[in-house]
């Protein structure tokens, strides 16, 4: 069974940066893909980038944060188990939960129902 576990988020004020992290355990084998995603209160879930297993040769952006958030992954070859998710130039409205998941095939980046195991979040508020 795979877990992931957000950690990193906290407050910061409006045009600071936060890097959020993603870690995994069991098996990836198939999981291709870990997507970035965040729920701000009384909304749904909103996709923000998802990378491949391998390093990253494949990274899509949701056009809304793709020029102040950058995802990227550990290139310890050991590990590579960990992802994270640089934010930039943060705004109140990027204030939400985020969370990662697990992909395994092409397409349908945005829509969460194509991403499995799921982990538990980290809240992220920014402050005006």
């Known amino acids: 069974q795979v877990q992931l576990v957000e950690s990193g988020g906290g407050s910061v004020e409006a045009g600071g940066s936060l890097r959020i992290s993603c870690s995994t355990s069991?098996?990836?084998?198939?999981?291709?893909?870990i997507g970035w995603f965040r729920q701000a209160p009384g909304k749904g879930r909103e996709w923000l980038a998802t990378i491949s297993k391998d390093g990253g040769s494949t990274i899509y952006y949701a056009d809304s944060v793709k020029a102040r958030f950058t995802v990227s992954q550990d290139d310890h070859y050991r590990t590579r188990r960990a992802w994270y998710l640089k934010m930039n130039n943060l705004k109140p409205e990027d204030t939400a939960m985020y969370y990662c998941?697990?992909?395994?095939?092409?397409?349908?980046?945005?829509?969460?129902?194509?991403?499995?195991?799921w982990g538990q979040g980290t809240r992220v508020t920014v402050s005006s």
């Open positions: 998941a697990t992909k395994k095939y092409d397409g349908g980046w945005s829509q969460p129902d194509l991403y499995t195991n």
């Open positions: 069991g098996n990836m084998y198939g999981l291709n893909y």
